[in-house]
């Protein structure tokens, strides 16, 4: 049949969509600061953590920072040699690859490149990341968790048991091997035994000042291999959670099914139609 033209779709919310604003509003920001610095660089973040970023934005707060769509911020500095706002910045509108953002400053370019180099904290890994280390646990007490931490490291993995109030290992334990990809419960304990494996670090690509471009960095490749990395790394976390689900389902049906039929045996529904009195 075809379709009423009496029905009609309304919506009842009453906000608008500001997108397309943001979009302009990061626009005109990005441009207005091109003609305030002297230096533009391209960056990207290895293992990004938002307090780590926010320390490095009260380091340098003489200078911005901008994160968003690449298309939006290749197109506020000029895709073209006709559509850029200055001379030769549309070749760094190019180097907008990948996760990246902008930072516009007027220090010297060692200052900068000093500080960046060692700006390097170190932090927690997270699931799908590399061991940089092989970490194993000998038998015996572990005075670092109370009592109270010793369900939740046996639901870990760790082979942990109650003596006295205190936890300990029934046997050794291999917390992680080098160059292995972590799991969420091995970056979990590896948290709570307090060891870092994950290095914050941003990646200078690209400089712009005075109309000349210089590359600082071919991070393009790198980018590509621990993209891939990730890739896999998560395809293979979410394959796991989804085999956990699956075996739990599993085993809650199998459940269900037990209890209903004792439920039916104890009532009497299957004894040649008959109740047991």
């Known amino acids: 049949m075809p379709k009423s033209k009496r029905t009609k779709l309304v919506t009842l919310s009453k906000t608008d969509k500001r997108v397309n604003e943001r979009k302009e509003d990061l626009v005109e920001s990005i441009r207005a600061c091109v003609s305030k610095f002297t230096s533009i660089y391209v960056f990207s973040i290895m293992n990004s953590r938002?307090?780590?970023?926010?320390?490095?934005?009260?380091?340098?707060?003489?200078?911005?920072?901008?994160?968003?769509?690449?298309?939006?911020?290749?197109?506020?500095l000029g895709?073209?040699?006709?559509?850029?706002v200055a001379d030769g910045i549309s070749e760094l509108a190019a180097?907008?690859?990948?996760?990246?953002?902008?930072m516009f400053t007027n220090l010297p370019k060692e200052e900068v490149l000093k500080f960046f180099e060692?700006?390097?904290?170190?932090?927690?890994?997270?699931?799908?990341?590399?061991?940089?280390?092989?970490?194993?646990?000998?038998i015996g007490p572990?005075?670092?968790?109370?009592?109270?931490?010793?369900p939740?490291?046996?639901?870990?993995g760790m082979p942990t048991t109650l003596i006295r109030g205190r936890v300990n290992l029934e046997k050794g334990f291999i917390v992680c091997e080098k160059g292995d990809t972590l799991t969420p419960e091995q970056a979990n304990i590896l948290k709570l035994l307090e060891i870092p494996m994950s290095e914050f670090k941003v990646v200078l690509k690209a400089v712009w000042s005075e109309g000349t471009l210089e590359k600082l960095s071919d991070a393009d490749e790198g980018e590509e291999e621990e993209g891939e990395e990730e890739n896999n790394s998560s395809l293979e976390?979410?394959?796991?959670?989804?085999?956990?689900?699956?075996?739990?389902?599993?085993?809650?049906?199998?459940?269900?099914?037990?209890?209903a039929w004792d439920n039916r045996i104890r009532s009497g529904a299957f004894y040649l139609g008959t109740k047991f009195s």
């Open 50 to 76: 938002s307090s780590h970023i926010k320390n490095v934005r009260e380091s340098l707060k003489n200078s911005r920072f901008f994160f968003g769509k690449n298309r939006v911020m290749q197109i506020a």
């Open 79 to 84: 895709r073209t040699s006709d559509s850029e």
């Open 95 to 102: 180097q907008i690859t990948g996760n990246c953002g902008l």
């Open 118 to 138: 060692e700006f390097t904290p170190q932090d927690f890994a997270r699931s799908g990341q590399k061991a940089t280390q092989d970490v194993e646990l000998p």
């Open 142 to 150: 572990l005075p670092k968790f109370s009592h109270v931490m010793e």
């Open 152 to 156: 939740h490291l046996r639901k870990l």
């Open 237 to 259: 976390s979410w394959l796991v959670y989804f085999e956990k689900i699956r075996v739990f389902k599993a085993a809650r049906n199998g459940l269900l099914n037990r209890l």
